[in-house]
């Protein structure tokens, strides 16, 4: 098994890229920021990089492969956008109220510091509850309801605050990226700037073996409210294959059970996933890659239709051939995500392989 990873192989200007894309806010329907991030990137190393009118970057290299009457596509897409909130009010007071973009466990969000995206420039919030000492027994035991948290940007009324906030901005977790102990790290929106990172990068290793087919990496918008960006750009760029990379639940923490989710863990590698969703011929192509190449990987299943960008993918226009790579992630929507440096790595070598390894004439009809 490979044991050089991300430490060995990341190339420095790999590195910041990973982390100028965890610091760019991107609430779904708001990734302006972290796009630029893509495409200043992706333009340096892709043959054309273009953004459709809903949002989607697009970068792809030996495109003419895919022009050619029996050429062939693929497309690698990771979502980037992020859970976040939106403000829909502000009061007399100068607080800020605000609704869920994307799936929120409330309890995640008391006692967080927040920033508000607003027009003129990022605005600090808080959000907090009251104190634990002014609680009564029912209070203590009430689980808080989003409708009930509001943020506080240190306004003195509502007039001050509009004159910084606009009802309709995005709002997200502080940002921020902490190396942990053995290759871990952790942020607020691991999920999905791995996902991003990995086709991105991948893209960029992929360059270097001359693949023989057109190779796509999207970045795709609107992920957590419906899986919306995936479904606009695999109809533009028409592929014939497409994998798509996202977080998975990592198991090897305490209360999550492997016997639902599977034996996954930090570090493992990347997660090649069997189901229904999934081409056959595609997932055994991504594991014969991977054992061919020394990749570390795991496995696992999923009996219905992905809750990710891989689900969009499969069905769009006459149908595509798909696959799902997943990285592992702890602590998942949450301003704690964790997850593995080395599984990043492995899986845009992976990515890149599979890329490099598809020929035009083959079939992946199963």
């Not at 309890?107 to 009564?136: C, Y």
């Not at 203590?140 to 606009?166: F, H, P, Q, Y």
């Not at 990987?297 to 809750?307: T, V």
Request: proline share 6%; aromatic share 4%.
């Amino acid at each position: 098994m490979r044991v050089v990873g991300w430490e060995q192989q990341v190339n420095k200007t790999a590195r910041k890229f990973f982390t100028d894309l965890l610091a760019a806010p991107s609430p779904s329907g708001h990734e302006e920021p972290v796009q630029e991030v893509v495409r200043a990137y992706a333009g340096k190393f892709a043959d054309d990089v273009s953004t459709d009118v809903h949002g989607n970057v697009i970068a792809a290299v030996n495109v003419g492969a895919g022009e050619k009457p029996d050429g062939r596509r693929v497309l690698f897409a990771g979502h980037c956008d992020q859970i976040g909130l939106i403000v829909s009010y502000i009061d007399d007071k100068g607080f800020l109220w605000v609704q869920p973009i994307g799936g929120w466990d409330p309890q995640q969000l008391i006692g967080q510091r927040m920033t508000v995206w607003a027009k003129d420039g990022p605005v600090p919030a808080v959000i907090a509850r009251k104190p634990i000492h002014l609680l009564d027994m029912e209070e203590r035991k009430r689980v808080v309801k989003m409708e009930n948290l509001w943020l506080d940007i240190g306004a003195t009324d509502g007039d001050d605050a509009k004159s910084a906030v606009r009802v309709g901005d995005p709002v997200t977790l502080d940002l921020g990226f902490q190396e942990m102990r053995n290759g871990l790290a952790n942020a607020p929106k691991m999920d999905n700037t791995t996902g991003l990172w990995v086709v991105i990068e991948a893209l960029r290793r992929v360059v270097r073996r001359k693949p023989e087919v057109a190779v796509y990496a999207v970045s795709t918008v609107c992920e957590e409210i419906g899986l919306r960006g995936a479904r606009t750009s695999t109809h533009g760029v028409d592929p014939d294959v497409g994998i798509a990379v996202d977080v998975t639940h990592a198991t090897d923490c305490p209360t999550i059970s492997k016997r639902q989710e599977g034996d996954l863990k930090l570090g493992g590698g990347p997660v090649i996933v069997r189901g229904p969703n999934m081409n056959p011929k595609v997932s055994d192509r991504l594991e014969a890659v991977a054992e061919e190449e020394k990749i570390p990987f795991q496995l696992a299943a999923l009996g219905r239709a992905a809750p990710n960008d891989a689900n969009s993918i499969q069905i769009t226009r006459a149908g595509v051939a798909t696959g799902l790579i997943s990285v592992p992630n702890r602590y998942m929507h949450s301003a704690v995500e964790t997850i593995s440096l080395d599984d990043i790595d492995h899986s845009a070598d992976l990515l890149a392989g599979f890329g490099a390894s598809l020929t035009p004439d083959e079939s992946l009809i199963p």
